[in-house]
């Protein structure tokens, strides 16, 4: 089975700040894909970012970047310029891969990041 | 274009009661998904669909929650009878799954309240 770990339960910056928030995750598979979820007190779950296995090159996204470490099993969010409306909890999620279809999407715990003006 | 709709946005009832979400996936996806959110233990697969069809339904909780994809654009999910440790809040999201490597796209969830 795998397993999603995000360690900081909270973190705070001030605006325009960057922040990284950290994930490492445990699988024994070799096709698989990483995404970051972000989701505000409106309650809504939405996509920042995702990452395939077998890309090396790391995904970006705006002000967004992830650096993924794939032997560490390691995939942490960068970002950048930080803004007031970044605040929000964000999760660190994997999904296996593969040609079976859609797969589900195992969560971290999630991490608490605000925004200070 | 329309998101995934998911309806009620707030239910509360009480103890006992049979309680049916209901959700609409993105027109043309054709994987659903049911999770549930808790403070304890976050964010969590219940069940999903592949062309209509539950692949995985080892995240049910127990016999109260059935889960139901008639057609390709509606699902719901049952609990009866509904107990106040289902309070969370419940997540549809679709996907075009066809290779495995779509994102999820989730709806706006159901608070549900079980006094």
């Known amino acids: 089975a795998q397993t999603v770990t995000q360690s900081q339960p909270e973190m705070s910056v001030q605006e325009a700040e960057t922040v990284t928030l950290s994930c490492t995750y445990d699988t024994s598979e070799s096709n698989y894909y990483l995404f970051w979820y972000k989701q505000p007190p409106s309650r809504q779950m939405i996509l920042v970012i995702r990452?395939?296995?077998?890309?090396?090159q790391n995904a970006t996204e705006n002000r967004f970047s992830v650096n993924f470490q794939k032997a560490a099993k390691s995939f942490s969010l960068k970002i950048s310029d930080s803004q007031l409306g970044d605040t929000a909890m964000y999760f660190c999620a994997f999904m296996k891969g593969g040609n079976q279809g859609a797969q589900k999407l195992v969560f971290g715990q999630g991490t608490r990041l605000t925004i200070n003006p | 274009d329309a998101g995934v709709i998911q309806s009620p946005r707030h239910e509360v009832t009480e103890m006992g009661q049979e309680v049916t979400l209901r959700c609409k996936p993105i027109?043309?996806?054709?994987?659903l998904f049911w999770y549930r959110q808790t403070m304890m233990r976050g964010l969590e697969l219940l069940i999903y669909f592949n062309n209509n069809v539950p692949i995985d339904d080892s995240g049910m909780p127990e016999d109260r929650f059935s889960a139901k994809m008639p057609n390709a654009s509606f699902s719901t999910l049952k609990i009866q009878p509904s107990e106040p440790r289902d309070s969370a809040v419940y997540f549809c999201?679709?996907?075009?799954?066809?290779?495995?490597?779509?994102?999820?796209?989730f709806g706006d969830g159901t608070r549900l309240s079980i006094l």
């Open positions: 027109s043309g996806h054709n994987s």
């Open positions: 990452q395939e296995a077998y890309k090396q």
């Open positions: 999201a679709s996907s075009l799954g066809t290779l495995g490597n779509q994102p999820q796209h």
